[in-house]
Nanobody, 121 residues
Framework: QVQLVESGGGLVQPGGSLTVSCAASGFTFSNHYMHWVRQAPGKGLEWVASIFKDGRVTYYGTSVKGRFTISRDNAKNALYLQMNTLKSEDTAVYYC??????????????WGKGTLVTVSS
């Protein structure tokens, strides 16, 4: 059974840092692209970052580029998102998701339940 379990969310001050994690199981982790998507309170879904299967290529949304770093450890079936210089606008539930590829028809088929990150003074 596919499982994606996020953890590491919490309260952090503006300008601070936080790393959220995603533990994956039930599928061949190394054969999948991984992604972080977030949803701010009362807002829609926003794509945050994606990472290639071997972790060597990454992509970021405009709003987080330069501040966030996506990484993975295939030996541990784990995905991470290191968030630096956090802003109040980063407050959201952060979800990890998987996909078989980046082409059309290879969308994110499974999502975790999310972990809440609150950026507030």
């Amino acid at each position: 059974q596919v499982q994606l379990v996020e953890s590491g969310g919490g309260l952090v001050q503006p300008g601070g840092s936080l790393t959220v994690s995603c533990a994956a199981s039930g599928f061949t982790f190394s054969n999948h692209y991984m992604h972080w998507v977030r949803q701010a309170p009362g807002k829609g879904l926003e794509w945050v970052a994606s990472i290639f299967k071997d972790g060597r290529v990454t992509y970021y949304g405009t709003s987080v580029k330069g501040r966030f770093t996506i990484s993975r450890d295939n030996a541990k079936n784990a995905l991470y998102l290191q968030m630096n210089t956090l802003k109040s606008e980063d407050t959201a539930v952060y979800y990890c998701a998987k996909s078989l590829g980046l082409a059309r028809g290879q969308g994110m088929d499974y999502w975790g339940k999310g972990t809440l990150v609150t950026v507030s003074s």
